[in-house]
């Protein structure tokens, strides 16, 4: 027997109508429907302390405000009392489009009783609109520091939003023969409980932190390498990877294909046939498998063969590991599929309409096999939030990955989608951006390097199972990852998606907000999140005239949508036309170019002068009775020196030759635009 943490409810039994109060891991199935809201009451009842060694050396929720231990630290058992109970909890409903009050924030989490809360709590009632697409939605722990013991322990279970009026769901199999499979891997003591290691890699500084959990046994449904019955015919099955590190490679033992339909948002455009399936921690697919054709008494396997951590860790046994639960072919009759039509989803395209993102996955070493932490952006989680996505707009973020290894990259609120992967120089690019920033963790804000001069080779295209809805993508070493995301519902008409008009069904900006994190949850619980706040307008509204600073060099052109391929520059002075007014404001926006030219000090003494340059957005709103379509306005400056960021050992002189050991930046303008109706006719 094994103890496990998991969820209680009342329930109704599919198969036979009765209700009942019912306790599992994972957890009972949501049947949701879509544009039917739900309302769910999450209750903490965990009254024991901890199951597994909660490392105080983080940044976590810390209910009992305990002071963060300094070696030698005390081994786990019994570890520090003060970090073991109470267990601090709050569930995330991943992939779902809530307000963010409803999405399980970090620092949202609450004690039995909800005694003790954190800064982000206001309720524990949460509201599940349901009005997206209908997919593979899946609830779990989602608790600032302890998301992967929570995870663990068995806070996880599946969520099915279905659609009435979908036409494609009448032709797959249901009831009986669709059945949620949430695989997870994990490691049991000799007396059946859990294990979970709790000896750091770096024990002088995280003294129970380990970056990954890769388990011995396979679990699926709650039970180690199962077998299920099946009849002879096609079974919709939807996998859920609720590992906390381990990505799996799935087959089956026959070669068999299958037939993927959908990903983490929804149907596929188009049926993909698969003989195997990556899978990382937090994505879905919706996939059918058709024993119709199959002899009775036929056993086939699901096996897995991807290297755990993925994808340059050993790979498994193809004995324990590398299976993951057996088919067994019932004696029954012959029941054929239906045939699937050629199209099952329309995915629109996306085409941005603000300046691209350039962001870095790092990772902190003591030495090459011992990571202290891992980040985003170069940023911990406490520093100020630099996500700031504006409501109605569509973004292309370029995401680098510096480290060794895969990271499944998780945007909560929308689905978003994959434009392409591409080979770059991961070593001159790190090279350059620690010139740049100064080593990480930053204590400044990051400043972006764009990718182009360090890529090789072409774009390399999604394949035809990732060009649906996303909310999950594996980032592979060396490759920088593009992804397209539009901060609007998924079902949005196109025609009326435009940055700073809200189409959700709530307010997104309201609340503690959302985040960004890294899904092998070892990495997020330490360090590999940051926090994402959706704004209106990224400047504050103030009438009869609104300003803002931006930075610009001298005659820079500025070149907002409307002007994008003709630009209006004269002596000095930038100008661009007003959007077209909404209902309620007339938005300004557009891009300055800014040119950062530096004198870097490279490590053998050669002075090699370096440029940069980027895009930086800016937009002012006014109301509607201040502003006409077609006025126009200006922007003018005074000259200042630019402000270096840069970390302490960047400084300092050469002792040979007594020049800065600094970066030298030219001349900047810092601008303030300021918007009057007809101050320019």
């Known amino acids: 027997m094994t103890t496990v943490w998991g969820f209680e409810g009342t329930v109704e039994d599919p198969c036979i109508g009765e209700i009942s109060c019912f306790r599992s891991t994972p ?158 891997d994990r490691s049991f003591n000799e007396d059946g409980s859990l294990l979970f290691p ?62 993927q339909i959908g990903s983490d948002g929804g149907f596929l455009p188009f049926p993909v046939t698969l003989t195997e399936l990556l899978l990382a921690p937090a994505e879905r697919a919706d996939i059918l498998i058709d024993f119709s054709m199959l002899e009775p008494g036929t056993n086939i396997i699901m096996t897995n063969n991807a290297r755990a ?79 700031l996505p504006i409501v109605g707009s569509t973004v292309e973020w370029e995401i680098v990955n510096l480290t060794g290894g895969a990271h499944p990259i998780h945007i909560h609120l929308i689905q978003f989608q994959v434009l392409n992967r591409q080979n770059f120089d991961s070593t001159k690019y790190r090279e350059e951006w ?45 490759q ?45 619980d330490n360090e590999m999140m940051r926090p994402l706040k959706v704004v209106d307008c990224p400047i504050p509204v103030a009438n009869p005239q609104s300003c803002c600073q931006v930075m610009v060099e001298g005659d820079t052109q500025l070149v907002p949508p409307a002007l994008r391929d003709e630009p209006i520059v004269h002596e000095n002075a930038v100008y661009a036309e007003i959007e077209k007014v909404c209902p309620e404001k007339v938005v300004i926006s557009g891009f300055i170019r800014r040119t950062i030219t530096y004198t870097a000090l490279l490590d053998n003494g050669i002075e090699q002068e370096k440029e940069i340059v980027d895009d930086i957005p800016f937009q002012c709103a006014i109301d509607r009775e201040d502003a006409n379509e077609g006025d126009k306005f200006r922007i003018t400056g005074a000259t200042i020196l630019c402000e270096v960021f840069a970390r302490t050992q960047n400084f300092g002189t050469d002792p040979n030759t007594d020049k800065p050991l600094a970066y030298k930046f030219v001349e900047k303008d810092i601008v303030k635009v300021c918007i009057r109706k007809g101050c320019i006719r």
């Open 27 to 184: 957890g009972a199935t949501f049947e949701a429907v879509r544009d039917i809201p739900v309302n769910v009451q999450w209750v903490n009842n965990i009254t024991e302390p901890n199951l597994f060694a909660v490392d105080p050396t983080l940044h976590w929720a810390n209910p009992n405000n305990m002071p963060r231990p300094i070696p030698p630290f005390l081994p786990f058992p019994p570890g520090y009392a003060l970090a073991q109970s109470p267990v601090p909890l709050v569930v995330h409903l991943h992939g779902a489009e809530v307000r963010s009050d409803s999405d399980g924030h970090p620092e949202a989490w609450f004690t039995a009783g909800e005694e003790k809360k954190g800064e982000a709590f206001s309720k524990s009632r949460f509201t599940y609109q349901n009005t997206q697409e209908p997919t593979t939605l899946w609830y779990h722990d989602h608790a600032l520091g302890t998301t992967r013991l929570g995870v663990y322990g068995g806070f996880a279970g599946a969520y099915l939003l279905r659609d009435p009026n979908n036409k494609i769901s009448p032709l797959l199999p249901s009831g009986p023969y669709e059945m949620p499979i949430v695989i997870q």
């Open 198 to 259: 709790s000896n750091g890699v770096v024990p002088d500084v995280h003294p129970y932190w380990r970056p990954a959990f890769i388990g011995n046994t396979i679990m699926v449904n709650g039970k180690v390498w199962p077998n299920l019955n099946v009849e002879r015919r096609q079974y919709r099955f939807r996998v859920i990877n609720g590992s906390n590190t381990r990505t799996y490679n799935l087959k089956l033992s026959n070669n068999q294909s299958f037939i």
């Open 309 to 387: 951590p993925f994808p340059n860790g050993p790979i498994p046994d193809p004995d324990t590991v590398g299976q993951i639960m057996q088919f067994t072919v019932l004696d029954t009759p012959v029941v054929p599929p239906n045939k699937l039509p050629a199209e099952l989803n329309k995915i629109p395209v996306l085409t941005p309409d603000v300046p691209k993102e350039v962001l870095t996955l790092n990772v902190i070493f003591r030495q090459p096999t011992m990571p202290l932490e891992l980040l985003l952006d170069g940023q911990v989680w406490g520093a100020p939030v630099s996500e």
């Open 434 to 478: 620690i010139k740049l920033n100064g080593e990480p963790p930053l204590q400044h804000p990051t400043i972006s390097l764009p990718v182009e001069p360090f890529l090789e080779g072409n774009p390399i295209d999604p394949p035809p199972n990732e060009r649906g809805w996303k909310d999950t993508v594996l980032m592979m070493p060396g």
């Open 480 to 524: 920088v990852t593009r992804l397209k995301l539009r901060w609007a519902p998924q079902d949005a008409n196109p025609k009326k998606v435009k940055p700073g008009v809200n189409l959700f069904p709530f307010d997104p900006t309201f609340g503690p907000g959302y985040v960004w994190h890294c899904h092998i949850i070892d990495h997020e």
